[in-house]
């Protein structure tokens, strides 16, 4: 899509992350947080080079990257904020997908949150922010 001379351009900032296998990454957002994948650009052997997916409109990228994903050395530094309207729906489907349960969904602080891992070593914090009565 090209901009008009003059138009307004709209800032934004996506994650981008670096998993061992990115086609087994689509199919597990997928399953996990029913993401949808808007751009794929393959490699020359027709493997998944780098994808874009969204989570109800919320846009990350992802690279298959064996040497930079966090399974090559551990935890990674990034933590994905996943904000829903049901975190405990979310989280047990993203639990069934495949996903380690780091902390069951509480409240706290103002939040219905739970954390998983998926299995990329990525963390998810899922959660909702709750109103004020």
Same mark, same amino acid.
């Given at each position: 899509?090209? +901009?008009?001379?003059?138009?307004?351009?709209?800032?934004?900032?996506?994650?981008? =992350?670096?998993?061992?296998?990115?086609?087994?990454?689509?199919?597990?957002?997928?399953?996990?947080?029913? &993401?949808?994948?808007?751009?794929? =650009?393959?490699?020359?052997?027709?493997?998944?080079?780098? &994808?874009?997916?969204?989570?109800?409109?919320?846009?990350?990228? =992802?690279?298959?990257?064996?040497?930079?994903?966090?399974?090559?050395?551990? &935890?990674?530094?990034?933590?994905?904020? =996943?904000?829903?309207?049901?975190?405990?729906?979310?989280?047990?489907?993203?639990?069934?997908?495949?996903?380690?349960?780091?902390? &069951?969904?509480?409240?706290?602080?103002?939040?219905?949150?739970? +954390?998983?891992?998926?299995?990329?070593?990525?963390?998810?914090?899922?959660? +909702?922010?709750?109103?004020?009565?």
């Amino acid at each position: 899509m090209t +901009r008009a001379v003059g138009e307004a351009f709209a800032t934004s900032i996506a994650p981008w =992350l670096a998993v061992h296998d990115a086609r087994m990454a689509v199919d597990f957002y997928g399953a996990a947080f029913d &993401a949808v994948e808007l751009y794929r =650009l393959d490699d020359d052997s027709g493997d998944i080079a780098v &994808a874009q997916l969204s989570i109800g409109g919320a846009v990350f990228w =992802l690279q298959g990257d064996t040497g930079a994903s966090p399974e090559a050395g551990g &935890a990674g530094s990034v933590r994905m904020i =996943l904000s829903v309207e049901d975190p405990v729906v979310v989280f047990n489907q993203a639990v069934a997908a495949g996903a380690a349960v780091v902390s &069951a969904v509480s409240e706290e602080h103002g939040w219905r949150t739970g +954390r998983v891992t998926d299995p990329f070593g990525h963390d998810w914090e899922i959660g +909702r922010q709750l109103t004020s009565s």
